[in-house]
């Protein structure tokens, strides 16, 4: 089949970008990198971008798309820091790429690397990720700085329904992450820098005293980070958080304004509009200020698609021809793509894409709608299809978020984002018109939060839900016929979109159970669940600026539908333990609560865990082996015990005892069991060699953080177990670990670093 000469100008560009993507994604699904010599194949397919065939360009796309991911994956990669430097002390020199982000004692930032000393003839990276301590409050973005750091490679948590920070880092081409204490600055940032204008601008708007200056950052320059952690939990509820990605609506609405302003003085000048029409000298003239907002805002990728679909209707309006809204759309793909082969990665690319491909695929089918109409059906139908990246990404969808978006899309349009960007521009040289802008903005934003509040504290305002991989796709071919279909056609795509509603975890059946080992570093979270019931013992650990209970614990439970656990018990006190239950319990309720030392959290009393409490869950025998009493000393060894037993089949959660705590159960004829957790990470104060043998398990679990500042696992107590044949997994290198226990099958056992594993891991 040829390709007619029609369909190479409307659709060839289309058909390149969709199999350029195809290529891309192939080569980020693998688990292991090809090696270079998969680059002779795919370069050889290039040659069909220049034939007549469909074949041969389809192949040509593919393998074009592959090439270049294949090509940055090995540059990449040859830029992460050699194992053999991790814990190294290494003497670093290089310029701040971030705007610093303050975490009290600290400060994280990004560093370009200049030079490294000390690390040999050994692998260094290009960038790193620092914590930097002492004084980290005057660093800038953009500054030069020198210091004495220790690295490890990039690594984050695994868990299934939650963020991966590890993919994060890749992508930002993080080659080490690590904390410095020793640094000094040699060189302020350099003033014609478009990062260091970003932080000015930062700086000034921060000198001012409004009650929502970091909601004005976020909007009109790009800094997410400043926004409170409630106001990201109102936008991830009500579907608006794309309101706050510097996109398309504020690169137009910037490039709109210079435009218009441009194409009115030019105008004036007949002389010349007779040689440039004013149409054409505006769109010029006005685009190097939308791109220079873009820098200034970041430069996302959002901000990329919008920039490149901006030029195409330039181009057009200059050359006298008509671009279509897809044919933009569709250059914006493959321009993002080459710019950067690993932005298929992020939840933006897909957020972004997805967002505009539905209202080109809507507003080409329902041009001749009434407005009204055109309008509430579009919301309605583009909510639909953000769900599901978001259910990808993060396993949660906003359900309000059509009824949000009616009301936040015009507010933020037309009054919240001019606002905020005049009062930021106003910050940069003139002091009293942006203090009466920002307190304008204020009032606005009052009220933009507090509706959303009002609208995310809904019952099932989200919807929490891990649907397998094809659900997905056959819903996107349902949205897809959603806004493309006549209306006598559009119930077809119900069809399309039923399997959303399939479960990727099923319940266990009656009679087993299933423990999921969470990874959150060097902490503890398990969750079991059997049948009917679900229990969460421990809750992993919180700083002042991160919790892993809200950020690991809560998203999982919530992924697998639990709103409401049947108990909750946190073994002790220990922060790694129990750090996160404040966190845990804003978005999870607990019909009871058990702990092994006196504990509140998130306004609530712990009951005391003592032996001798037992109770059946859907045929599953639950026992708390320990303490048997208030300890005069509390601490590791007044950790709750808790055996789970399902017929011949059984789990022994022991937290943190240590070998006082070991001795009393040595006569404790129901310690044995088929899986135990290695006390206290793996620590020298436990595992006593009468207390192993005494459980005698044929698999021990130690949950540590990778490259943990303990130590742990101690090597000397894991070689006591495998002295033993006890086979021992860690989540720092399997991830979450989920054991499935059943009388009848055995025991099942899947790592979600295993089943997940991609090339960067």
């Known amino acids: 089949m040829k390709l007619n000469a029609n369909f190479q100008m409307i659709a060839a560009i289309h058909f390149v970008a969709l199999l350029f993507l195809a290529g891309n994604l192939a080569l980020h699904g693998f688990a292991q990198l090809p090696p270079l010599a998969a680059a002779l194949p795919a370069a050889a397919a290039l040659a069909g971008l220049a034939s007549r065939r469909a074949w041969a360009l389809a192949a040509g796309a593919f393998g074009a798309g592959f090439l270049c991911a294949l090509l940055a994956a090995h540059d990449r990669l040859g830029a992460v820091l050699a194992p053999e430097l991790e814990g190294a002390t290494l003497h670093i020199a290089g310029r701040v790429a971030s705007i610093p982000l303050e975490r009290g004692r600290y400060s994280v ?16 990276p290009r960038k790193v990720r620092v914590k930097l301590y002492g004084g980290h409050e005057q660093v800038r973005a953009g500054d030069r700085l020198q210091m004495r750091a220790r690295l490890k490679r990039p690594r984050g948590y695994s868990n299934p329904g939650a963020f991966d920070y590890g993919k994060w880092l890749f992508m930002r081409g993080i080659g080490a992450t690590g904390y410095a204490r020793d640094w000094e600055k040699t060189e302020d940032g350099s003033r014609w820098s478009p990062l260091v204008w970003r ?30 952690p409630e106001h990201s939990r109102v936008l991830a509820a009500t579907g608006t958080r794309h309101l706050f990605a510097v996109s398309g609506l504020h690169i137009g609405l910037v490039f709109g304004m210079f435009f218009l302003a441009l194409r009115a003085l030019w105008s004036r000048l007949p002389a010349a509009c007779l040689r440039w029409p004013p149409q054409c000298a505006a769109s010029v003239a006005a685009l190097p200020f939308a791109f220079g907002y873009a820098l200034l805002a970041g430069f996302s990728l959002p901000t990329q698609r919008a920039l490149v ?93 059509p009824l949000a978006n009616l009301a936040a899309v015009p507010l933020v349009s037309f009054l919240v984002l001019p606002a905020s960007l005049l009062s930021t521009a106003f910050a940069a040289f003139a002091e009293l018109p942006a203090s009466l ?112 209970g809200e950020a690991v614990v809560a998203p999982y439970l919530k992924s697998r539908g639990v709103a409401n656990l049947d108990m909750l018990i946190v073994s002790h006190t220990d922060n790694d333990h129990a750090g996160g239950a404040d966190g845990v319990l804003r978005h999870v309720g607990a019909r009871q609560l058990l702990g092994g030392e006196a504990f509140d959290a998130a306004g609530r009393r712990f009951e005391a865990c003592r032996d001798g409490r037992q109770w059946v869950w859907d045929g599953v025998r639950f026992e708390i082996l320990h303490p048997a009493a208030p300890l005069r000393r509390a601490g590791n060894n007044a950790s709750c015990v808790l055996k789970i037993t399902a017929g011949g089949r059984s789990l022994l959660l022991t937290a943190d005892i240590e070998k006082a705590a070991e001795r009393k159960l040595l006569n404790d004829g129901r310690v044995a069991s088929e899986v135990m957790l290695v006390p206290h990470h793996g620590s020298r104060t436990s595992s006593a060699p ?18 943990n500042s303990f130590g742990f696992p101690k090597e000397d107590i894991i070689q006591r177990y495998r002295d033993r044949g006890i086979r021992v997994l860690n989540t720092a290198d399997t991830g979450a670990l989920t054991l499935h226990f059943s009388p009848s099958s055995g025991l099942h056992i899947t790592a979600h670093r295993d089943r997940t594993r991609r090339y960067w891991d």
């Not at 000034?204 to 950052?217: G, M, P, Q």
């Not at 399997?499 to 087993?512: E, F, K």
């Open 109 to 124: 930032l990004d560093l370009d690397v200049e030079r490294v000393t000390g690390a040999g003839d050994a692998r260094t």
């Open 199 to 228: 932080q000015v601008l930062l700086d000034k708007l921060r000198a001012h005293r409004a009650a929502h200056l970091d909601s004005v950052a976020a909007l009109s320059l790009g800094f997410s980070q400043s926004l409170a």
């Open 309 to 401: 679909m901006l030029l195409c209707f330039v181009f057009g309006t200059l050359h006298r021809r008509r671009l279509t809204l897809a044919q933009a759309l569709s250059a914006s793909l493959l321009a993002v793509l080459l710019w950067d082969p690993f932005a298929s990665l992020s939840v933006s690319f897909w957020m972004s894409f997805t967002a505009v491909a539905f209202i080109v695929l809507f507003v080409t089918a329902s041009v001749r709608a009434p407005g009204w109409r055109q309008w509430v059906g579009m919301q309605a139908g583009l909510s639909l299809a953000m769900i599901l990246p978001a259910l990808l990404f993060f396993s949660r969808g906003s359900v309000i978020a």
């Open 437 to 548: 802008l920002l307190r304008g903005a204020d009032a606005l934003f009052e009220a933009f939060w507090r509706a959303g509040a009002w609208l995310a504290a809904f019952d099932g305002a989200e919807w929490f839900h891990r649907p397998p991989a094809w659900a997905l796709l056959s819903a996107a071919a349902g949205v897809a016929l959603l806004a493309l279909a006549r209306a006598r056609l559009k119930p077809l795509a119900l069809v399309f979109l039923l399997p959303l509603l399939n479960q990727a975890s099923p319940p266990p059946a009656h009679g087993d159970f299933e423990a999921v080992f969470l990874d959150v570093g060097q902490g503890l979270s398990v969750f079991i669940a059997t049948r009917r019931h679900t229990l969460l013992y421990d809750t992993g650990p919180a700083w002042p600026s991160f919790s892993t």
């Open 690 to 707: 009468a207390f192993i043998d005494k459980v005698s398990p044929r698999l021990a679990v130690v949950t540590s953080g990778y490259r």
